[in-house]
């Protein structure tokens, strides 16, 4: 009786070891673990990843800087001028406005947008003011090959696009040039106040400008570009 109780006793307690070992390896099954972590990393990915997403988005404080240099008419009058219009796309841009001051990128007039005694003639006679001349106003040229140069740098539309596009300033078509005698000027002195990008390639941003002097803001779409930036489309809010 005492043998077998003996027996029972070592039963019993074989019984509790097995269980024990199959909970222990249960409790550490590679299988539930790794399942575990993925889980618990998925959840920690959701709940980052949008704002991590949104601040990678806004644009630094010297990508704002180097926008603004791009924007800054003392370093090329030009640029800023495509702020002057609203619009939804490039055709649509005013680009009488754009080349209101000509097409000088630091308004010193180069060698091909000096005027000769021929072409002043020529621009009184198109306009039917010759007594102008008796005046002494000077006249200021737009070569057609320089305005369609700066309007395909500046907004990446198709030779055939720009071939489409004129102005009207008087078009002499013996000097291919657009031509007005001088007058007032216009400027923009925009300064962007928030910038982000529109992808995850950094390519497209939108941005919000102002000019305090003219009391005048906007948004901007803009797409940058290897050696500088395309407008694609502006809207100006007073």
């Known amino acids: 009786m005492k043998k077998m109780s003996v027996l029972i006793i070592c039963f019993l307690a074989m019984i509790l070891t097995a269980c024990g070992n ?3 390896k249960a409790s550490a099954d590679p299988s539930q673990t790794s ?8 959840e920690k990915q959701e709940e980052t990843t949008p704002e991590q997403t949104q601040l990678s988005n806004v644009f630094t404080k010297q990508e704002i800087s180097d926008l ?20 939804e796309k490039p055709e649509e841009i ?3 406005m754009v080349f209101y001051n000509g097409t000088s990128s630091d308004g010193v007039p180069g060698p091909e947008e000096a005027v000769s005694q021929e072409e002043k003639q020529a621009v009184a006679k198109a306009i039917g ?6 005046h002494g106003l000077p006249v200021q040229k737009r ?72 009391n005048l803001q906007g948004t901007a779409v803009m797409e940058k570009t290897a050696d500088g930036w395309h407008f694609v489309s502006n809207q100006i809010k007073q």
């Open 68 to 87: 603004n240099a791009f924007l800054d008419r003392k370093n090329d009058r030009i640029p800023c001028m495509f702020l002057l219009s609203s619009y």
């Open 22 to 24: 199959n909970t222990s």
């Open 35 to 42: 399942e575990a972590t993925t889980a618990a990393a998925t």
């Open 129 to 134: 003011k010759e007594d102008l001349l008796e």
């Open 143 to 214: 070569p057609k090959a320089k305005v369609e140069e700066i309007i395909k740098k500046y907004t990446g539309l198709s030779e055939e696009a720009v071939s489409k596009i004129s102005l009207d300033f008087p078009y002499v078509e013996e000097f291919d040039a657009y031509y007005s005698f001088y007058g007032d000027s216009e400027s923009l002195s925009p300064k962007v106040e928030k910038a982000v990008w529109l992808d995850e390639s950094h390519t497209q941003a939108e941005i919000e400008w102002k000019d305090s002097q003219k």
């Open 94 to 96: 005013d680009f009488n």
